[in-house]
């Protein structure tokens, strides 16, 4: 059964959900841009057989505050505040896209805190053309200004993120898409090549791997992290 919870983290309300037992060994799951926690829908509960899986709004999505202050930094620091908030010692982490930079960035700050990283369909943080993105119509369930500067961020990443990829120092999976993915897959490879210890799997199916194919991405991700006690 999944749970809507709430917690505050430095003065900003993160909404998030949770499957699975609560003795579990955690495992913490990051959407990708406009996307929330409900994403993960077709592929929690088979996370959660064994460990207690929560997947997070990031700060100007979904439920959680939409503070009007938004960088990549500021969700990685939402991130440690909701791990420290829930007493979460030590993780699995999952991030798709956005939410896999958001992924690296904490696995690069507190290198001991992240057991096994998974990133699904990233590329390395290299400048790329900047592209300015049309606001969809209708009322949108995340902040338009939030996409606006996390897009600037990653259009043109600080220098400082590709070199700080080299102090990862968890097991690291990267799920390519493949050819149908709008992701240079080289630069997805690069990525992989930028973190040490690091195997990558490409399932072709595009950009959204965990939607498109989930038993794939579940079996791959779940044969990665193994038993629920591992390395415990």
Same mark, same amino acid.
């Given at each position: ?6 917690? &505050? ?5 993160? +909404? ?6 609560p003795?579990? @060994?955690?495992?913490?799951? $990051? ?18 057989r #064994?460990?207690?899986?929560? %997947?997070?709004? $990031? ?9 009007? %202050?938004?960088?990549l ?6 991130? =440690?505040? !909701? ?5 979460l ?12 930079i ?17 990133? *699904?369909?990233?590329?390395?943080p290299y400048? /790329? ?9 209708? *009322?949108? @369930? !995340? ?5 606006? %500067? ?9 220098? *400082?993120?590709s +070199?700080?990829?080299? &102090?990862?120092?968890?097991?690291? $999976?990267i =799920?390519? #898409? ?12 690069e ?16 950009? =959204?791997?965990?939607? *498109? %194919?989930?038993e794939a !991405?579940?079996?791959a991700?779940?044969? !990665?992290? #193994?038993?629920p006690?591992?390395g /415990?």
């Amino acid at each position: 059964m999944v749970t809507r919870r709430f917690v &505050g983290v430095g003065g900003v309300r993160l +909404a998030y959900r949770v499957w699975g037992p609560p003795e579990g @060994p955690p495992l913490v799951l $990051l959407p990708a841009l406009g996307e929330v926690s409900g994403d993960w829908d077709t592929v929690a509960a088979v996370l959660a057989r #064994g460990r207690r899986v929560y %997947a997070v709004d $990031l700060r100007g999505h979904g439920h959680s505050g939409w503070p009007g %202050a938004y960088s990549l930094e500021l969700m990685r620091a939402d991130v =440690l505040g !909701f791990l420290d908030a829930l007493g979460l010692d030590r993780i699995d982490l999952v991030g798709h896209s956005m939410g896999g930079i958001v992924a690296y960035l904490v696995a690069s700050a507190q290198p001991g805190r992240v057991d096994r990283l998974v990133l *699904e369909d990233i590329g390395a943080p290299y400048p /790329r053309p900047a592209t300015t993105p049309e606001r969809p119509d209708g *009322e949108l @369930p !995340f902040d338009w200004a939030m996409v606006r %500067a996390v897009r600037r961020q990653i259009d043109t990443p600080p220098p *400082e993120w590709s +070199a700080a990829l080299g &102090g990862i120092t968890a097991s690291t $999976l990267i =799920l390519a #898409g493949g050819p149908r993915s709008h992701i240079p897959q080289e630069s997805v490879t690069e990525l992989a090549r930028l973190i040490p210890d690091t195997r990558l799997r490409t399932i072709p199916v595009g950009h =959204l791997i965990h939607r *498109e %194919a989930p038993e794939a !991405f579940t079996g791959a991700v779940s044969e !990665f992290l #193994g038993g629920p006690s591992a390395g /415990r």
